[in-house]
């Protein structure tokens, strides 16, 4: 795939990496109509930036001409060791509308001692 960036922040929107990741073997997205939307990247488990996301890094995807096209929240990292020796890394995760979520539906928060509506 040509001409596709991909930044790297974390939870607190800090910039992860030195650089971008550029060695893009695949990418997929979807987006959906009142739902939370997918994506997965798939890129040489060699490359120095994709080695650093972790689960809950934000992953920023860019193409050239066009801007930004979507931002994910990254759920999995694995590396996949191919027939010919080859080794991929393979991210998924979700649209970073999975945050509105979060904080519409209070998942992820915990509370103590204080009534939900105080």
């Known amino acids: 795939m040509s001409w596709l960036r991909v ?3 974390d939870a ?3 910039r992860r990496a030195s650089g971008p990741v550029v060695k893009v073997l ?6 959906r109509l009142d739902e939370v939307g997918e994506f997965e990247l798939v890129v040489p488990a060699e490359d120095e930036h994709a080695g650093l996301v972790e689960h809950g890094n934000e992953l920023r995807f860019f193409h050239a001409g066009e801007g930004e096209l979507f931002r994910g929240i990254v759920d999995s990292s694995r590396v ?3 027939e010919e020796g080859i080794t991929q890394r ?5 649209s970073v509308a999975r945050k509105l979520v979060w904080a519409n539906t209070l998942l992820g ?9 105080a």
Do not use: K
Request: hydrophobic share 35%; net charge negative.
């Open 80 to 82: 996949e060791v191919l």
């Open 7 to 9: 930044d790297i922040y």
């Open 26 to 31: 695949s990418f997929q997205y979807e987006q």
């Open 12 to 14: 607190g929107g800090n």
């Open 90 to 94: 393979v991210l998924r995760g979700a």
């Open 109 to 117: 928060r915990t509370y103590e001692g204080a009534a939900l509506g």
